[in-house]
């Protein structure tokens, strides 16, 4: 009995680390994630008028947890132009911005023509378009349709039929 005891502990620690490791690879692979879902909203959004950008401005701010993620997006392109992310703070309306990530659930002012997006749950009265939820082991995503038309906004029904919920 005792013989196979080290064997037991080692199996046991072995699979400790497995779960700890596989859960913080977890944590950064949701953001990974919830980046390339931002992307692909923005590929199945129509925005109304032409831009005024060259490039196509993601803005959020640069010491939130998707910052990084999104930063690793270069040479990307939706429609003819390439993706680029710019700071923003909290406290100071964004430049101008074709999409705009906010976190946490302080409600957010609609700017026109921009695709506001929440991770986090939408709450009432919000000008987010569209909020990215983690259900379980999954990342999820709502549609308000509502916000995006206040913002001259209109999703592709392939992206309406993925969401959680539309409202």
Same mark, same amino acid.
Request: glycine fraction near 6%.
């Given at each position: 009995m005792f013989r196979h005891m080290p064997v037991r502990i080692a199996v046991l620690i072995g699979s400790v680390l497995?779960? %700890? /490791?596989? !859960?913080?690879?977890?944590? +950064?692979?949701?953001?990974?994630?919830?980046?390339?879902?931002?992307y692909n909203f923005a590929l199945f959004t129509t925005w109304q008028g032409p831009s005024n950008t060259p490039d196509f401005r993601v803005c959020t701010t640069s010491d939130g947890e998707l910052w990084n993620s999104l930063q690793r997006l270069p040479g990307k392109r939706v429609g003819t132009?390439?993706?680029?992310?710019?700071?923003?703070?909290?406290?100071?309306?964004?430049?101008?911005?074709?999409?705009?990530? %906010? /976190?946490? !659930?302080?409600?957010?002012? +609609?700017?026109?023509?921009?695709l506001i997006v929440r991770d986090g749950e939408l709450s009432p009265n919000d000008s987010a378009a569209i909020a990215l939820v983690t259900e379980g082991n999954h990342v999820r995503f709502d549609i308000d349709t509502r916000a995006a038309r206040r913002s001259g906004l209109t999703f592709s029904s392939k992206l309406l039929s993925l969401a959680r919920s539309v409202l």
């Amino acid at each position: 009995m005792f013989r196979h005891m080290p064997v037991r502990i080692a199996v046991l620690i072995g699979s400790v680390l497995m779960i %700890v /490791s596989t !859960s913080t690879f977890g944590q +950064a692979d949701d953001v990974a994630l919830k980046a390339a879902f931002i992307y692909n909203f923005a590929l199945f959004t129509t925005w109304q008028g032409p831009s005024n950008t060259p490039d196509f401005r993601v803005c959020t701010t640069s010491d939130g947890e998707l910052w990084n993620s999104l930063q690793r997006l270069p040479g990307k392109r939706v429609g003819t132009r390439q993706w680029a992310v710019y700071p923003v703070s909290p406290a100071v309306a964004p430049p101008r911005c074709d999409v705009l990530v %906010v /976190s946490g !659930s302080a409600s957010t002012p +609609a700017y026109p023509a921009t695709l506001i997006v929440r991770d986090g749950e939408l709450s009432p009265n919000d000008s987010a378009a569209i909020a990215l939820v983690t259900e379980g082991n999954h990342v999820r995503f709502d549609i308000d349709t509502r916000a995006a038309r206040r913002s001259g906004l209109t999703f592709s029904s392939k992206l309406l039929s993925l969401a959680r919920s539309v409202l």
